[in-house]
């Protein structure tokens, strides 16, 4: 199908040009055959006219969850909730127990119990005790590393024995020992593998509830980890699949399969003949997902040196190296790309430990996050090819505390973005949905400004670590496309490639870099169809 662009101005980083020129741009079968200054002569239906809005290559978020996301619309959302009160108030106001399977479980997300105003403590299993349903309730933190769960809630995780030795550190305990109702980090993934897994009708309504916000933040492609909320990798695979056969997943997906240890990841790799780039049009394997460390706001992110504010710690390595090395070591020999979440320079140093047994730019494995770096490990992921997976957005509501955290020294080394660029490291953009804002033009802004929203800090947090336009963009659109190899074929606005554009309402090298956040989506086109318009 031959489909025209006109009437466009047009946004490509790093390229000359005057932005008030004006193009068309024809599309065939899919792809841009063309891109051509003036206006078009041709008149009809396959001509478009974008009344001079911006085109730009459309967005790839190379980290997120999208089941999780889709999960929210239906489950409670507490995230804007700042009492213990309001909380209750939710639950009971939007919960019916007779609607509920016997053995279902009462849930919720974006819990930030440490804001509440109303209690002194963070929640426990027996302030869970006041919602009075007799059902097993598991609440998630906003950031997806911590849960509480209620008395009954942890009556059935001991009953099943799904914790063991390794996971002690990750359950809190009071004076006397016993469980408090709260998981960390590993702890807390096991109980929402065995918990909260969802069957595929599920996984399809929550994918399909999702996928809208996809298209209307001018995002054609992403790299999701889908794995806890399913419990079973064939199941998200299978929903996806449905959504591709039946016309309604528009967007390309690349699905990350998260492993707990080497027993798991033989399982995984024995259950599933798909490697790394296999699989449909629309729908592919992507990496072998590995949680390295924690949290910093937990203190379980893995510092080299101690927390400036807990001395007394300095975060916790989930794997010994010799596991690890075991793990990327059978990943890769297997065709399994691998990505590990890694967010202190010590869980750093150990992801780098690793991936130096195989070879990086074969299947172009990389590190998430990395908030936490230190000069010789900017020398280091350049020198191994490394990429990294940053996320903008966590920085408006981090930065107030990270100081807190690492203290004045390591402060300045952390989202050192501009550090990254300036070695020439190769790093993506990502949101880490629904931990930190979907809009990739807020993460833009972000990137940009180092500010929240309202501009504050004034001048940026750390402003020398500020990134260019340009360079962020280029992190939204052309490196995920490497990551996933597909170069050569998706990620830029030029002839040959496929058509996934984006028309914005104004040219981000145009704006005031303050008002990068405030450019609108007007219209996403994926392969050459409109599949989203603002005015629609």
């Known amino acids: 199908m031959r489909t025209i662009i006109d009437n466009v101005r047009i946004y490509r980083p790093f390229k000359e040009g005057r932005s ?107 302030d869970l005790e006041e919602i009075e349903y007799e059902k097993p309730a598991c609440f998630l933190h906003d950031d997806g590393h911590e849960c509480v769960v209620n008395e009954l809630g942890m009556k059935i995780i001991k009953e099943e024995g799904i914790l063991n030795e390794s996971h002690e550190r990750f359950i809190e305990k009071d004076k006397e020992g016993n469980w408090t109702g709260r998981f960390t980090d590993t702890a807390t993934h096991v109980i929402h593998y065995n918990f909260r897994q969802k069957n ?85 394997m992507g990496a072998i997902k590995i949680f390295l460390d924690g949290t910093q706001r937990l203190h379980s992110a893995a510092l080299r040196e101690p927390y400036a504010d807990k001395p007394d710690t300095r975060g916790n390595l989930i794997y010994t190296d010799e596991e690890l090395n075991d793990m990327v070591r059978l990943a890769h020999d297997s065709g399994m790309q691998v990505t590990m979440h890694a967010i202190g320079d010590r869980a750093v140093d150990q992801a780098l430990n690793a991936l130096e047994q195989v070879d990086i730019e074969k299947l172009r494995h990389r590190i998430i996050h990395g908030q936490v770096l230190a000069p010789d490990l900017f020398d280091r992921i350049k020198r191994l090819g490394v990429c990294l997976e940053v996320q903008p957005g966590f920085m408006i509501s981090e930065y107030k505390e990270t100081v807190k955290w690492v203290g004045v020294t390591r402060e300045k080394y952390c ?15 990502s949101s880490d949905c629904p931990i930190g804002p979907l809009s990739p033009l807020e993460n833009i802004f972000a990137a940009v400004n180092r500010t929240d929203n309202q501009g504050i800090p004034e001048g940026g947090w750390i402003p020398e670590e500020k990134l260019s336009v340009d360079s962020i963009y280029k992190a939204y659109t052309e490196t995920p496309a490497y990551i996933e190899f597909a170069e050569g074929r998706k990620g830029l606005l030029q002839e040959g490639y496929e058509a996934d554009i984006v028309l914005l309402s104004s040219h981000p090298k145009e704006v005031e870099q303050i008002a990068l956040k405030d450019i609108e989506v007007v219209e996403t086109w994926i392969a050459g169809e409109k599949v989203y318009s603002k005015d629609n």
């Open 20 to 126: 008030e020129q004006l193009y068309y741009i024809e599309i065939d079968d899919g792809k841009i055959r063309s891109i051509n200054k003036g206006r078009t002569n041709e008149t009809g239906a396959h001509v478009h006219d974008a009344s001079e809005r911006v085109a730009a290559a459309a967005f790839n978020d190379s980290h997120l969850h999208l089941l999780r996301y889709g999960i929210m619309k239906k489950e409670m959302d507490f995230r804007k909730v700042t009492s213990w009160q309001e909380m209750k108030d939710i639950i009971h106001s939007s919960y019916w127990e007779s609607q509920i399977e016997e053995h279902d479980w009462i849930v919720g997300n974006g819990l930030e119990d440490d804001k509440f105003q109303d209690v002194d403590h963070l929640l426990t299993a027996r």
């Open 200 to 284: 595929e009708e599920e996984i399809y309504i929550a994918l399909l509830d999702a996928l809208p916000h996809l298209l209307e933040a001018g995002i054609t492609s992403v790299h999701t980890d889908d794995f806890n909320f399913a419990g079973d990798f064939k199941r998200v695979w299978d929903s996806y699949r449905r959504l591709e056969e039946e016309g309604k997943l528009k967007v390309h997906v690349v699905l990350h399969h998260y492993v707990y240890d080497l027993e798991h990841l033989k399982l995984a790799l024995k259950e599933n003949s798909q490697r790394t780039g296999d699989g449909t049009e629309r729908v592919k």
């Open 415 to 429: 989202n050192a973005w501009g550090s990254v660029d300036a070695h020439g490291i190769l790093y993506t953009g």
